[in-house]
């Protein structure tokens, strides 16, 4: 249901923006957006979704579709024993404890809620269960196609069957506050038919909300120079695995308007992505899924560097370290590890073989030979993994060995690894329920709330895997729920 449109005059001017009226107003369409919408709508507001972009969904239709779930079937059918109080340790830990521990609560505590719901929606998973850096055991579901954009359409199935509409092309100039500025939130000035990246492109127009604003505006990784004042290491030679619209125009906004923003330069960047590919990717996948049981990673003098299960941060910043000093990184695994891969998602080895993304190799030294690692290197590295596992050695860096068996395999699988800019840990400061905070005040401002990456607290210093799906629907549904019964 969309907002009906009047004049404030009752005949427009040409210097006053036509004007438009809706209960809730949500500000981008992915996971978090549409999830508010939803919720909105179901609890009988009307609901107007803004998208700058050409297309709904952001990054939402190019996520890589995967999910913490504690007490999922397919955990079950493992006989894995999980919790919503180790999911929450988990991210906690991870995040160095700079989260907001109730926000952390909550999102374990209805991760399968999430599940339940998305796949009441359609959603379909594939049979695989996985851990990866940061998760203490296996939770991680993934999506049968293998993407996001299967949870974002399911997402917009719904939405439309309760008569919901995306406008496209619809950039936000301004907060629009009561009071001289420093009142409630009512309502936002807009451009209609706006042309991205011309933020002079497009007809302004006012929208006013009856009862609030949603924020569900993402991260900024596709704009280097937000970025780079956020974190000066963060430099143009570095890619990002986002969409091109991921940009800061609203983080700037929202400290114009007085919002309270925190920890906004914790920005992570994934340490697993392919240089031999644009954006995120598919192979990742090989080098995350496949060291934990089937390999390891090493630099291009043969040595191991780093826990290759330890989360995303401490990766990241040692394979930076490695970069510093002249070393290319790479992930070796032993062939067998393709029927865990492809369980995850259907035909994955063949196809990132095909696409020479993975490459395969008749033994180490054809694979040292090729990539450029010192003779004897790779032979060496793997050896002294397999001694460590055999012996039940303590491992230098850390990593668990127990599930691990040493690795001999006919056939080498190897990958080179790069990092890229992938996601926003901080962003507004909001209540559980989602209010956005006042920065001069600290209380909520009224009628505006936010959810998903532009909201803060959640992951602290470092996000873990498949946590942001979940972050994103699970304060979306409850950001919009709050926000179209509480906020007249």
């Known amino acids: 249901m969309g907002g009906e449109s009047y004049c404030v005059s009752g005949q427009p ?140 359409q399911a997402l917009m199935r719904k939405f439309e069957s309760l008569g919901g509409k995306v406008r496209t ?87 114009r308007a007085g919002c309270e923003v925190l920890q906004a330069g914790w920005v992570q960047s994934t340490p697993w992505n392919n240089p031999k590919e644009k954006g995120q990717g598919i192979g990742w996948l090989f080098s995350e899924y496949a060291p934990p049981l089937y390999g390891l990673w090493i630099d291009s003098d043969g040595n191991r560097f780093v826990d290759e299960t330890a989360n995303r941060k401490v990766r990241t910043e040692a394979i930076f370290e490695e970069h510093r000093r002249g070393r290319r990184v790479f992930c070796i695994a032993a062939e067998g590890c393709g029927k865990l891969l492809d369980s995850i998602y259907e035909g994955y080895l063949g196809t990132v073989l095909r696409r020479g993304i993975v490459q395969r190799f008749e033994s180490l030294r054809e694979l040292g030979e090729a990539l450029g690692i010192r003779p004897g290197g790779a032979e060496a590295a793997v050896k002294a993994l397999n001694e460590c596992i055999r012996a039940r050695k303590e491992d230098p860096f850390g990593r668990s060995l127990r599930r691990m068996k040493p690795l001999r395999s006919r056939r080498w699988l190897a990958a080179e690894m790069t990092p890229k800019v992938h996601h926003c840990m901080g962003g507004v400061m909001t209540t559980l329920s989602g209010e956005v905070l006042d920065a001069r005040t600290q209380l909520p401002m009224g009628g505006l709330y936010a959810a998903g990456e532009c909201a803060g607290g959640v992951h602290g210093a470092c996000r873990i895997t498949a946590c942001a799906i979940l972050d994103c629907i699970a304060m979306g549904r409850l950001a919009g729920r709050t926000a179209a019964v509480g906020g007249a």
């Not at 972009?53 to 493992?78: C, F, K, R, T, Y």
């Not at 339940?116 to 055991?137: D, F, N, P, Q, Y």
């Not at 002079?200 to 604003?213: E, F, K, N, Q, Y």
């Not at 030679?237 to 091109?244: A, E, F, K, R």
Request: with cysteine.
């Open 169 to 255: 092309n619809c950039f936000v100039d301004r907060i629009l506050r009561g009071g001289n500025g420093t009142g409630r939130v009512e309502g936002l000035l807009v451009r209609e038919g706006y042309r991205f990246p011309d933020a002079s492109s497009g007809t302004p127009v006012r929208i006013l909300a009856r009862r609030a604003v949603i924020l569900c505006h993402g991260g900024f990784a596709a704009d280097v120079a937000y970025r780079q004042k956020m974190d000066s290491h963060l430099t143009p030679d570095l890619g990002t695995t986002n969409q091109p619209g991921a940009t800061g125009e609203l983080w700037r906004e929202t400290v």
């Open 13 to 152: 001017s040409p210097s006053e923006p036509a004007v438009e009226l809706a209960d809730i107003v949500v500000v981008g369409s992915g996971f978090a957006g549409i999830a508010a919408a939803i919720e909105a709508l179901e609890a009988g507001a009307s609901v107007l979704v803004l998208e700058k972009m050409p297309e709904p969904g952001g990054n939402s239709v190019i996520d890589s579709g995967q999910l913490a779930v504690v007490g999922s079937p397919q955990q079950e059918a493992h006989r894995i024993h999980d919790s919503a109080d180790l999911l929450a340790e988990d991210i906690l830990v991870n995040g160095e404890h700079l989260n907001d521990p109730l926000k952390v609560r909550y999102i374990a505590e209805h991760s399968h809620e999430v599940y339940e719901w998305v796949t009441s929606l359609g959603v379909r998973w594939a049979s695989g269960v996985a851990a990866a850096g940061g998760h203490s055991i296996p939770r991680i579901l993934f999506t049968e196609s293998g993407s996001g954009r299967e949870i974002h």
